[in-house]
């Protein structure tokens, strides 16, 4: 265990970490300007291209400007929706069909026409994939009962019920818009090749090194991307800090913590941007259901309620990107738990001594003593407080954690597979909406989210009243059974919601960060002023 991390960690004031500086916008009269190749890191690099089988922030940051959407958050008025290949659309007044009308001349990558069919073709694949692809997302789409597309410019969804969150559900960077025509020849392409109608076109990928990408000339947007193109390195936290410090890398959208923010601001001055902010992404504990003695509600109990969040939270703050505790909606929103009834929840009370003597109970009447197991997550630097943390609070019980971090890919094929025990990792998403936060949560067999194996029909039952409840007061009375259950079972539990530090040099004009790091990651408004920065 890295003591001198676990000494900071423990010694931190329990307050609030501060802002370090807000977006960098271009002032009015900074015309963009057209050139220029932006370079940044993701932490891991692609190991799939096909979009609807991803769910990590490395995996959008190269796919997004590769890629065009039906329709798209809009970033200057987030979270309205803007168009994108669909210019414009009708919602029927039973909220049951809705009606998108494409633009004409659009082109994928290879010079084929973009047509209404290339889009019925891919939200079929995401709803009700073939055999052998993933789709993580399948469940936002179960209102869908069809698809029509009565011309080459016109796709109609059909509902077989009112859904609220339809147009958010179309509109997320994960609906990457896919060849109809080369789907046809291989069923697998979007797992291999990058093929889109997006503003960038893909140049090559070198495993271990880089992933580069240059202006599509026939984008539809012809005012768009001001860019030559991007290149990405794939490397370590530290060592991206060291980039930027040199000018070899102009930004990390994924985000750094805080003394790596204050460094590069230190030693760079003016010529770099830290931009912040709260994100909708939180960082969740979960048990392999299906493997002992975590098939015992009391053993994941015991080890969620070891755990101080009211405490950890404000320490690791200073250190990491963890910031506040939180349900399973995001904290401050009007569908959130106050922090006074979180505080109710095994897991979230204020008062340590006690919850942790329940907790040694709850070891004891289990028959589980020198309990040791293995935590399964990602090898980032930015997880490593975490770890430590964890093993810190579960040693206070006398449990022995010792943290298992592996690359991306293995990651989440133990995850997947099942072939761990403990685990944790981000979890984000798009929109303050709990029909998609509460996801994760629902059975395994309805949701590939759920990586604790479980099927819990009341769950599944409480996430489809709240999705239909008729007012905000019913709806926060279901969240609230659901939350109690999922703490109680403690299958899988929420331990802080993240905020987000992104370096940026100065040079880097026209991003705008919104809450969640999966949006505005397509580059058509970023451009370079070498006036700045470098």
């Known amino acids: 265990m890295n003591q001198k991390l676990l000494a900071m960690l423990l010694a931190a004031p329990f307050a609030a970490a501060t802002m370090l500086m807000t977006v960098d916008h271009a002032s009015a009269q900074d015309a963009p300007k057209r050139g220029g190749i932006l370079r940044f890191a993701t932490s891991d690099e692609p190991t799939s291209y096909d979009c609807q089988a991803s769910s990590t922030n490395d995996v959008i940051h190269a796919l997004a400007p590769l890629y065009s959407g039906l329709i798209k958050f809009d970033p200057a008025r987030y979270p309205e929706i803007a168009p994108d290949l669909a210019e414009k659309w009708e919602v029927s007044a039973d909220g049951l069909t809705y009606t998108f009308h494409l633009r004409k001349n659009v082109l994928f990558h290879d010079g084929t026409p973009f047509r209404a069919e290339d889009a019925k073709v891919t939200f079929d694949r995401i709803r009700n994939p073939p055999k052998g692809v993933l789709s993580v997302r ?40 896919l060849s109809a025509k080369k789907l046809k020849e291989d069923p697998s392409y979007p797992e291999k090749q990058v093929m889109g109608t997006g503003a960038f076109k893909f140049v090559e990928h070198v495993p271990g090194a880089r992933f580069r990408a ?29 980039a930027i410090k040199g000018r070899q890398l102009d930004g990390f959208f994924v985000g750094v913590n805080p003394p790596e923010a204050k460094d590069l601001e230190q030693t760079m001055g003016n010529a770099v941007q830290v931009v912040t902010g709260p994100l909708l992404c939180k960082l969740d504990l979960f048990f392999n259901t299906k493997v002992a003695p975590f098939d015992d509600e009391r053993v994941r109990r015991a080890l969620n309620m070891a755990i101080d969040r009211w405490g950890g939270g404000p320490a690791l703050s200073r250190i990491s990107r963890m910031d506040l505790p939180g349900g399973v909606v995001a904290p401050g929103g009007k569908l959130a738990t106050p922090d006074a009834e979180l505080a109710k929840l095994p897991g979230f009370s204020r008062n340590m001594n006690q919850a942790r003597e329940q907790a040694r109970k709850l070891l004891q009447d289990a028959g589980v003593t020198n309990l040791k197991f293995q935590v399964t997550t990602r090898a980032v630097e930015s997880l490593v407080p975490i770890s430590i943390f964890l093993a810190d609070q579960w040693r206070r019980i006398g449990v022995t954690a010792e943290p298992l971090p592996l690359p991306a890919a293995q990651q989440r094929a133990s995850y997947r597979s099942g072939k761990y025990q403990v685990a944790y990792d981000s979890n984000c998403v798009e929109a303050d909406e709990p029909n998609f936060s509460l996801l994760n949560y ?10 604790a194996q479980y099927n819990d029909r009341l769950l599944d039952e409480l996430y489809e009243k709240q999705k239909a409840a008729g007012s905000d007061a019913e709806r926060i009375k279901l969240i609230r059974a659901f939350e109690t259950h999922l703490a109680e079972k403690s299958y899988a539990v929420p331990l802080f919601w993240w905020r ?35």
């Open 214 to 242: 240059a202006r599509f000339e026939n984008y539809y947007d012809k005012t768009r991307p001001f860019l030559d193109g991007y290149e990405i390195s794939f490397m370590s936290t530290s060592a991206v800090v060291n």
């Open 138 to 177: 399948q469940a936002r789409y179960g209102a869908i009962s069809s698809i029509e597309t009565p011309d080459d410019s016109t796709i109609v969804f059909k509902l077989s019920k009112p859904d609220s969150t339809m147009l958010t559900t179309l509109a997320l960077p994960w609906n990457c818009m």
């Open 500 to 534: 987000r530090l992104v370096p940026l040099n100065a040079a880097v004009r026209g991003w705008t960060m919104l809450p969640s790091p999966h949006l505005n990651q397509d580059l058509t408004d970023v451009w370079l002023d070498k006036s700045r920065g470098y």
């Open 442 to 451: 629902v059975s395994a067999d309805i949701s590939p989210l759920n990586f």
